[in-house]
């Protein structure tokens, strides 16, 4: 791990996505949430300022609850970016392959969202990898993985035998 990233073991091991179909259960989910975990704020559809004032509500909360916060789909084409220290660095990486798990990571990501791991509401349709694709897919990586995709704390514990950092969700929080 370079300089630049947080060290792994200070990386949260659970997640929650946010999006526009989490309404008002977006204060819910971020209430779930134990200290210490993470969420990746996107929000896509909704427009740039609403999107900034949500950014600050959201910001307050996860301050206050000791939450990492990274915010997905900057416009310069890198990966979500986290300020840590004095660097603002690439962190995490959406990954679909093990091909771009390796592009990823020789990128500079610190962290790898892996998906789908499992059949998800948000892609309805899409192949799932299914526990044994994943696990062959992240072997031997040198980054932590938090695996993405119908994904809960039941299930996460299930895939710890194949190296899981943690796991990331929307509706498990909600």
């Known amino acids: 791990m370079s300089r630049r990233h ?4 200070a990386l949260p091991r ?6 526009e179909r989490l309404g008002d259960t977006l204060w819910t989910a971020i209430d779930a949430l134990p200290r210490g975990s993470g969420i990746i704020f996107r929000h896509y559809a909704t427009p740039p300022r609403a999107r ?9 909360c996860a301050r206050r609850k ?3 916060l990274v915010v997905a789909g900057l416009p310069v084409g890198r990966g979500p970016m986290l300020r840590h220290g004095r660097s603002r660095a690439a962190l995490t990486a959406p990954v679909h392959s093990r091909v771009e798990a390796i592009a990823a990571g020789r990128a500079g990501a610190a962290l790898l969202f892996v998906s789908p791991v499992y059949p998800t509401r948000s892609h309805p349709g899409a192949s ?7 696990g062959l897919m992240i072997r031997g990586l040198k980054l932590p993985v938090i695996a993405l995709g119908g994904m809960d704390e039941r299930r996460w514990r299930a895939l710890n035998r194949l190296g899981v950092h943690g796991w990331a969700g929307i509706d498990a929080w909600a």
Not at 128 to 134: N, W
């Open 6 to 9: 947080p060290h792994p073991s």
């Open 128 to 134: 799932a990898l299914g526990p044994a694709r994943f």
């Open 52 to 60: 900034r004032a949500l950014f600050e509500r959201v910001r307050r």
């Open 66 to 68: 000791r939450l990492m």
């Open 14 to 19: 659970r997640w929650l996505m946010t999006d």
